[in-house]
């Protein structure tokens, strides 16, 4: 089958589905955009969420020197005095 075989097949038959249901194909070309921008701002919202999660986990597993542990351990080791 050649290339203009299959792209006329393909125009008639977009072209009998328009003409049955015409509606579902306006109503297709009207939502896309308005679904196409709710996905988008809810791609930034994940986008933050996940910023966040990481410096949540990067705060929680930094390693003990920078949290100052070694320094509680340095003053819990001295003797008592009296």
């Known amino acids: 089958m050649s290339y203009s075989v299959k792209v006329l097949i393909f ?4 072209g009998v589905l328009f003409a049955l249901i015409r509606p ?8 896309f955009p308005i679904i196409w921008l709710v ?5 930034f919202v994940a986008m933050g969420v ?8 990067a705060v929680w597993v930094s390693p003990s020197p920078y949290a ?4 509680m ?3 819990m080791n001295q003797p008592i005095q009296s």
């Open 24 to 31: 579902l194909a306006l109503l297709a070309l009207i939502l």
């Open 50 to 57: 996940r910023a966040v999660l990481a410096l949540m986990r």
């Open 11 to 14: 125009v008639v038959g977009w």
């Open 39 to 43: 996905s988008l701002a809810l791609r």
């Open 73 to 75: 351990q340095w003053v």
């Open 68 to 71: 100052g542990v070694q320094e």
